[in-house]
């Protein structure tokens, strides 16, 4: 792998956090794999094949349900890490990854990985940090549904996007969320319609500015306030890691 993925993965707080031993495996272990635009990186179901890192595009994260309407949990972009529960449990995977456009995915493969953390037992803690991030997070996105009115889950929600989830940092490293209006609210479980009044509110507010295709983030410190997020900085230790998928 080049250096300057090297520097790029290690952007990752998770990834930088672990053991140096791990990462270096799994840098050694990984293999790029390209999908096309709607391509599956696996399905709800399937047998695991390892763990996962995106490296370029993003990915969407759901499942199909009885009428065929999708249901989106997450949407992963680099350098966002996930596939550990099956890799700690060794079920078989929870919910669909389809790539949303061209996008390139690392994968350490599960034998391989399995056998070096027997290994090095105590390595399976950063596995471990990993998905009690992702269940801290879906702890906190029901206690959302429960007690939030819309506007204010869809403000926290564009701000975890932006921040993938906690593992870029405490504030958005981009602007622009390219997150179309229907996926936004899919992941929030509302119709479009809905969304759409909540995004024009913040949109009024000045808060964001809407583009097709994409939301533009004008204000974060606002964006931030309007979702009800904790005081930047008061749960770094906690950070999540990304939504869903396992």
Known sequence: MTLGLHAALASDAWFAGCDPALRDELLRLAQPRSLAPGGSLFRKGEDAEGLCCVTAGALRIGSLQAD???QLLGY????Q???EISLIDGEPRTHTATADGPTTVLLAPQPALLAWLDRHPACW???ARLACAKLRLSFGVLEDIAVLPLEQRLAKRLWLVATGYGARGEAPVRRLVRLPQEQLALMLGVSRQSANKALRALEKAGVIALHY???ELLQPEALHSAGGLPAQGATAQSRPCGEGVR
């Open 68 to 70: 065929g309407s999708e």
């Open 213 to 215: 295709g994409a939301i």
């Open 81 to 83: 890490w996930f596939g």
């Open 76 to 79: 992963l972009e680099p350098y």
């Open 125 to 127: 803690r950063d596995v």
